[in-house]
Each structure stands twice: as C-alpha cells, then as structure tokens.
C-alpha cells in the first residue's frame, strides 16, 4: 500500500476541517479527492505532506508511520500545487539544483537534464521562475515534484492552469509516473472529464467527511446521475440526499 490513511483528523477550534477519514491508495493506483470549496481537500493533503499537524489519526507512507518516521516517509513523497510555486527569483535549473540537494538526490545533474527535456523546459533553464507563464511554472513544479523518483505523488489541480494540450500531455506522464514501478498518486482537480480520465477511484468529500468512493465511471450511473459532474453538484448542494441512500 502506498498511502495508508487512517481516522485522520484535523480541527479549528470547533471547527472540524477534516473528520476522521480514512482511505488508502494502493500501488499504481490514481486517487481523486473530490469535494466542493471547503470540503477539507488541501487540508489532508498539507497533513500527509507533514506540514500540518493532525489532530487525531494516522498516516502510513509505504509502510512508513508519519508521525514516528518522518523523514524516511517523506523522502518517498513529493508533490505539486499551483499555490506553492517554486522560488521566483531562481532560474529553472537553480531551482531544480536547490531541490535536488534537499532531497539529496545522487547524479543530481544528469537527473535535472532528463527532467528539463521530458517536460519540455530545456529553453527556460536560465529564466527566472517567477517570470514563466502558469503553464511554463506548472511544469517546472512538476519537474521538481518528480526528482526523488517519489512512491506517492500528491497532486492539487496540477493541471488548473495548463492549456488542454498541455494538460494531455502533464496528465499522460503522471499517468506514466504514478502507474509505474512502487508509485501511487492523490489527485485533486475541479476538472470532472480530467478525473473520470485519470482516476482509477475517487473520494467525495464532504465537510471534511468522505461521503462516497467508487470508480468515477460507474458511480455517478450508482447515484442516479448522467455523469461525473452531476453527481459532484449533488455531492456539493444536498449531501444529506446522497447519505440517506
Ligand atoms: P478548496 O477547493 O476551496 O481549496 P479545500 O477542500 O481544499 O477547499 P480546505 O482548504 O482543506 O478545503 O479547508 C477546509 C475547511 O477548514 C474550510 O472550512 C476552511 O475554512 C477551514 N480552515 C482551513 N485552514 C484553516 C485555519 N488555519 N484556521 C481555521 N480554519 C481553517
């Protein structure tokens, strides 16, 4: 398993942001985390990346119990999110170059070359990040969310500001990344033809509880709904309607 998540919790004074979830991702496998604004989404992510401090609960990376082995878990992750971009004022390549040392990534420069070529960044090695497009940024944050050969892949609307060919072709190597080898990946994306696209299963979320979990071509068909995007509005509008079936 490479993401093993178990009662976690996370509160805001009485405000229960997320409320004992659990879930897993297994290996190969692409997990979407559906839910509307609020739902308790970017939340679990920042407490499985360790930057947020749950409040009850556990979480396992290949095995690894977060709170006890901390640093061995987190070297088998990495992630990417339009709100954390990489530093603007370094280029592409120092970037990459700063990363590849905190992570201590051995044959950092030949790493960092085959990077640059697969997501088509070679002409922007020496620009500042913070003068790229979104799009140029977001494959330059997906380069360096790939320079640990990570198991888990977190991913928060990786494609949000990506042109559609663009996006095709970000989805197409995920796809290769996260299906490959001991690599599994959490996905997030407000994108319902994405998801039912690249997600093998998916988490609603709901007031930070999960709601419902299937496979995003069957489950709307489950619920009544056309499509993914139906059963989404219904999941966002009535939730109640949804947890009396
Ligand atoms: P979005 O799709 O809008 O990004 P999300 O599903 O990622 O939403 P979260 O950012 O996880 O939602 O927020 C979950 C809930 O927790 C929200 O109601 C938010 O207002 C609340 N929340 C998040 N961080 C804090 C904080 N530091 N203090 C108080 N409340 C918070």
Not at 7 to 30: C, Q
Not at 207 to 220: F, Q, V, Y
Request: hydrophobic share 40%; aromatic share 6%; with cysteine.
């Amino acid at each position: 398993m490479v993401l093993r998540v178990t009662a976690l919790s996370k509160s805001y004074g009485d405000v229960a942001a997320v409320d004992r979830i659990s879930f897993h991702v297994r290996r190969n496998e692409i997990v979407g985390l559906l839910g509307p604004n609020g739902a308790g989404k970017t939340t679990t992510i920042n407490m499985i990346l360790g930057v947020l401090e749950p409040s009850g609960g556990s979480i396992e990376i290949q095995g690894l119990n977060l709170a006890r082995r901390r640093r061995q878990a987190l070297a088998r992750t990495n992630f990417a999110a339009v709100y954390s971009p990489l530093p603007g004022n370094l280029t592409v390549y120092q970037n990459l170059r700063v990363f590849g040392l905190i992570y201590g990534i051995s044959d950092a420069a030949r790493r960092i070359e085959a990077l640059l070529e697969e997501f088509d960044l070679q002409r922007f090695r020496n620009v500042r990040c913070g003068v790229l497009s979104s799009g140029e940024q977001t494959r330059a944050s997906l380069a360096k969310a790939m320079l640990n050969n990570p198991d888990l892949l977190l991913l928060d609307e990786p494609t949000a500001s990506l042109d559609p060919s663009t996006a095709r072709e970000v989805r197409r190597k995920i796809r290769a990344v996260a299906t490959h080898g001991k690599g599994g990946a959490l996905w997030t994306s407000h994108n319902m033809y994405e998801v039912e696209d690249v997600c093998h299963r998916v988490l609603f979320l709901s007031r930070g509880r999960i709601l419902l979990e299937g496979d995003p071509k069957t489950l709307p068909r489950e619920h009544g709904k056309e499509n993914l995007e139906e059963l989404f509005i219904t999941v966002a509008r009535e939730p109640l309607s949804l947890e009396e079936r």
